[in-house]
């Protein structure tokens, strides 16, 4: 299981906050393989988060038991698909070792309870027999990570055949869709495998794959971008480089990675010739009769070796003997990957008969050359005494440099556009301002259309800044007028087609077209007729000035008459106010003789009016008469 603390407390529940948190396990098998998703989704859902100190997980403990506990997990005899979802990097062999674990994984099936019970004993199991366990039991594996593990997870995609990486989201809602993308990739490849080779055997592939493709070495197991109804070939030859102990009859079996369906191979030796039916035996070619001469060589007595039998196998090297075994200026004998017997190497065999040690001194070998991609020679060629000799297109110490250009080439047939050179398959932009796949970007650039606006100005309209040296700077494109901006050609026409829309030196509109045709020749369309605005109507705008000005007059008399309105219906309104208030002093004054009527001003002043015949009554405002 991943680190986890020891502390009492924190077995129970292992997070440092008050969420609670079940306590620390490598892999619970929840539910077996059903179709009841409802049931599925209530499980998934009560699920409790546990907690480690470290960051990887213990996901290979998991992986290793799904792939072995068939019976457990509830496997049946279809493809299997394993998705592996994590956020997290994992713990492998070895990693054990630190916490006192030093027992390799055995690969078998320890659930008990639906609980892996030997996280405490066993070391986590390495790749290497992860692959061997989930390709025993036709197991493909979908890596369903976010964003942060994805280079991780891709690099173990390369050495675990038949597996897919896939980017899931923060709240994992692509799950279901990242599903169907993988299965779809994995099913549009077909990768062969064979069981163990017995020993002295190889076994080389050849593909005939899809569109004429070939493929060689590592290359000839597999055949990718297969569809529904596809039908592809392999090519499989065996070589015996040697009899086996017994005369005893071997089996190869041979089958498709993720399929449970398999061709098995009946190897049966043939170890005589016929040549050897004539052979001498005991034949003084043979250094004295130590041997049998047949087919041109000699076949050496049991303890004797050598080209001639001329050594036994019990003879002590001696200093000269071993002289003959080691390089010049070198102290190692026969590169100490071989043993020095009667004067010649003989060199070391290795577990994997695939892997050879070669040469008069043992000092080359077919296993030490570069790697790409984890293959030796990048699966493009073959190791030779550690140099790698590479496939037809195909260069570099790892092979891994393609010297097909295709990838390389522009929608406009030129290799990177012109503005770099193609490098194992990459273009390799000469000027830094590009990028791209074909150096097609350039980021500080100006564009096509501002960047030929000027010469495309000088050669349709004869006029612009370089007007005067247009035939001479302006004369790389061939020109064509059109009438109309429909007459200029539309996408799919034209290679490289690009439309523009410039301003000329009078603030004309004028439309073109450029593009650049397979045999890099530049085409410039043109609308002959510039789009230029229209000068302005004089009587129009004089007409709309006066008619504003005089709205504007009448709108400002007519606010001066409202204010004027409100400001004398204010000052009567306070006249009568004053008038209500004010208290008036009059005196009437009757005179019998006379007829004399007197009035009073508000001002007191009394003012007497005669009035002969009658009598007068003043009453003042303030209601007072007097008489």
């Known amino acids: 299981m991943p680190y986890i603390s020891t502390t009492p407390a924190k077995l129970l529940n292992p997070c440092t906050t008050d969420q609670n948190c079940t306590s620390p396990f490598s892999y619970k098998n929840v539910l077996s393989l059903t179709s009841n998703g409802n049931l599925f989704n209530e499980l998934v859902g009560k699920q409790q988060i546990s907690g480690n100190l470290d960051s990887p997980e213990g996901g290979f403990d998991a992986i290793m038991q799904v792939a072995v506990c068939g019976d457990h997990i509830g496997w049946r005899n279809v493809t299997r698909l394993l998705v592996f979802s994590t956020d997290a990097g994992f713990h492998f062999a070895g990693d054990g070792k630190l916490g006192g674990i030093v027992l390799p994984n055995d690969g ?3 659930m008990q309870d639906n609980m892996y019970t030997m996280s405490h004993y066993y070391d986590y199991p390495s790749i290497a027999h992860l ?14 990570v976010t964003v942060e593990f994805q280079a991780v997870y891709k690099e173990l995609k390369n050495l675990i055949p038949k597996s897919a990486v896939g980017t899931l989201s923060s709240n994992s809602s692509n799950v279901i869709q990242l599903i169907i993308d993988s299965y779809n990739s994995l099913s549009s490849e077909l990768i062969l495998e064979n069981s163990k080779l017995p020993e002295g055997v190889t076994i080389n592939y050849k593909s005939f794959c899809k569109n004429g493709v070939i493929g060689t070495g590592e290359n000839g197991r597999k055949c990718s971008n297969i569809s529904l109804g596809d039908q592809v070939e392999f090519e499989i030859s065996v070589t015996a480089h040697k009899c086996p102990k017994k005369d005893q009859t071997e089996s190869i079996k041979i089958k498709p990675l993720g399929f449970t369906e398999e061709v098995e191979i009946l190897l049966k030796f043939i170890c005589e010739c016929d040549c050897q039916e004539s052979g001498t035996p005991d034949s003084p070619e043979c250094h004295f009769g130590n041997g049998t001469f047949e087919c041109g060589a000699c076949r050496c007595n049991e303890g004797r070796i050598g080209k001639q039998c001329e050594c036994s196998t019990e003879q002590v090297s001696s200093e000269d003997m071993d002289a003959q075994c080691r390089k010049e200026n070198s102290s190692e004998i026969c590169s100490n990957n071989g043993d020095c017997i009667c004067g010649q190497c003989v060199c070391k065999k290795r577990e994997n008969p695939n892997e050879v040690y070669s040469g008069k001194y043992c000092d080359c070998d077919n296993f030490n050359c570069d790697r790409s991609n984890g293959l030796i020679c990048g699966g493009n060629g073959v190791c030779k005494c550690r140099v790698c000799e590479c496939f037809p297109n195909y260069s570099g110490s790892a092979c891994d440099c393609s010297e097909d250009k295709s990838s390389c080439m522009a929608s406009n047939g030129q290799l990177c556009n012109g503005r770099g050179t193609c490098e194992c398959g990459r273009c390799k932009c000469t000027d830094p301002k590009f990028q791209g796949q074909t150096c097609e970007m350039c980021q500080t650039c100006v564009g096509v259309c501002a960047e030929h ?4 100005q000088c050669r349709a309209f004869h006029k612009g800044e370089k007007q005067e040296g247009c035939d001479t700077q302006c004369a790389h494109f061939n020109l064509t007028m059109v009438d109309s901006r429909d007459k200029l050609p539309q996408p799919g026409q034209e290679d490289a087609l690009t439309h523009c829309k410039e301003k000329d030196v009078d603030d004309c509109w004028f439309y073109y077209t450029y593009s ?14 510039p789009e230029c605005p229209s000068g302005p109507e004089i009587v129009p705008i004089v007409a709309g000035v006066v008619a504003g000005i005089v709205l504007i007059g009448l709108a400002l008399l007519l606010i001066w008459k409202l204010l004027m309105i409100i400001h004398d219906r204010r000052e009567f309104a306070k006249f009568e106010k004053e008038k209500m208030n004010a208290k008036w002093d009059a005196v009437s004054i009757f005179a019998m003789t006379g007829m004399v009527g007197c009035y009073c001003t508000a001002l007191l002043d009394i003012t007497c009016q005669q009035f002969p015949g009658h009598t007068v009554m003043v009453y003042p ?7």
Do not use: G, P, R
């Open 108 to 110: 078998k099936c320890h």
């Open 131 to 144: 692959v061997q366990k989930l390709s025993e039991n036709n197991i493909q594996t979908i890596f369903a």
């Open 453 to 456: 606006k000027e010469c495309v």
């Open 516 to 529: 650049v045709n397979s045999n890099s020749e530049v085409n410039v369309h043109v609308v002959k007729d």
């Open 621 to 627: 405002t303030n209601k007072y008469s007097f008489f």
